[in-house]
């Protein structure tokens, strides 16, 4: 069975972790950090692992399975399309631990309902929904702890993995010229699960072009800050307005200048700029100004699908094939604590030699986030559309994203001002 179409007993496997992850996550708070400062781009984390809950309970046992609520007053404190961002701070929650049980009520009821033999594909299909769902929030709670600079959690199986910001596996320089032509991009019908932005494949012209083989590292964009990036509004696409309301001098969790070294902040931790680490927590302003210092540009996401997925070669799921993500093709599911270098993962390389195109970083691209000409809404009406027209688009998948959760195909999307999220990003040559 291939990692994208989950056997029935797999999938109730994933609804019981899915919940246990997000509760891992949040465990080691007290009462003070599982609320949190009101801050634009974050939850309270104890409303966020309520909502997630909720939400499962919403379209499986409530929508698909017609059952009654478990918390009958759920939809008037979970509801985020309802409930207004600053005011999750100042609701009545139920405490810690009710919540928590609350979770796992659900959870449970669902992986029952999932294993059932007679389970509908309606039924298993929103279950998956809901898994994403807490695969997209998790990872969220993990660039919330980073923007508050709460020390890492204690995942069960990873603590004694070695970080990655203590591992060397060097850098991956130079590029891969790909050849162009039409292909699919997008989402395929008989795919076992896609969001709605990625209805459905349609064909596309790629011209040829010449695409990095490895992200950004954290050198070379150190390179870009000594040499006065942030200080030249001409490399800006908005001539310098995002400096200038931000004041930003250098990524977001850096410290120091290019004369006495940088250092970047994980976590709680403060640690020597790592040099084949990736760059990350850049937004899209930075990424696109580094493009135009270096000379070259950011991919459009039709070119890096195609660099991914190898053209119009038979789309699989991931750019090494159907199976799984694992340690050896992907730095995902918050293996090692963190990102690794960019040489790392040989074995998950792209038909065309790209490497770490699924996990590490979150990868900008230079396109806005759009429908596909025969966008189909989802019955989440809330999960795309909205945001059309005002937001860029990643792909990839970060170091801390589910293996489950990532594909070739997703589409991930963000304001261009957000440097919070585990965003990096990859260059292309600039057509002579």
């Not at 999932?114 to 898994?131: C, E, G, L, N, Q």
């Not at 070739?408 to 999307?413: A, K």
Request: hydrophobic share 35%.
């Amino acid at each position: 069975m291939e990692a994208n179409a989950p056997a029935p007993d797999e999938l109730a496997e994933w609804v019981l972790d899915g919940t246990e992850r997000a509760i891992q996550l949040v465990a080691d708070l007290d009462d003070s950090q599982l609320l949190g400062p009101l801050l634009p781009m974050v939850n309270p984390m104890l409303w966020e692992i309520g909502h997630q809950a909720w939400f499962q309970e919403k379209f499986v046992l409530r929508g698909a399975c017609g059952q009654d609520p478990v918390l009958s007053y759920a939809d008037s404190i979970y509801d985020s399309g309802a409930i207004p961002h600053d005011t999750r701070w100042r609701l009545d929650l139920p405490s810690r631990e009710e919540t928590i049980a609350y979770m796992r009520t659900v959870a449970e009821r669902v992986a029952e309902e999932v294993a059932r033999p007679d389970a509908t594909d309606v039924v298993r299909h929103f279950a998956r929904y809901t898994v994403h769902h807490y695969d997209t929030h998790t990872e969220a709670f993990t660039y919330t702890r980073q923007a508050l600079g709460y020390a890492p959690p204690a995942l069960p199986g990873l603590t004694d993995a070695e970080p990655s910001h203590g591992a060397s596996s060097g850098p991956w320089t130079g590029d891969v010229s790909v050849g162009g032509g039409q292909f699919l991009l997008g989402a395929l019908r008989r795919d076992p699960f896609v969001y709605d932005n990625e209805k459905w494949g349609h064909l596309t012209r790629v011209a040829p072009f010449t695409i990095a083989k490895a992200p950004v590292t954290q050198a070379e964009f150190a390179a870009f800050v000594a040499d006065g990036g942030y200080t030249d509004p001409r490399l800006w696409a908005d001539q310098g307005a995002w400096l200038a309301a931000t004041g930003a001098e250098h990524p977001l969790y850096w410290r120091g200048s290019p004369d006495e070294g940088f250092q970047r902040r994980h976590f709680d931790t403060w640690f020597d700029l790592e040099p084949h680490l990736p760059v990350h927590h850049v937004c899209w302003w930075e990424a696109d100004a580094y493009a135009r210092w270096a000379g070259r540009r950011l991919p459009t996401e039709a070119e890096w699908e195609f660099a991914a997925s190898g053209g119009d070669a038979p789309k699989s799921c991931y750019p090494w094939g159907d199976h799984a993500s694992d340690a050896k093709n992907a730095t995902t599911d918050w293996r090692g604590g963190g990102p690794s270098d960019v040489a790392a993962c040989e074995a998950g390389d792209s038909p065309f030699g790209c490497r770490q195109m699924i996990g590490n970083v979150w990868e900008w691209t230079a396109s806005d986030f759009a429908a596909y000409p025969n966008f189909e809404r989802d019955s989440y009406a809330d999960n795309s559309e909205q945001f059309f027209g005002s937001r860029r688009v990643l792909r990839g998948g970060s170091w801390a994203t589910r293996g489950r959760y990532v594909r070739s195909t997703m589409r991930n999307y963000f304001t261009p001002d957000r440097r919070d999220v585990l965003g990096g990003f990859r260059t292309c040559a600039v057509d002579a």
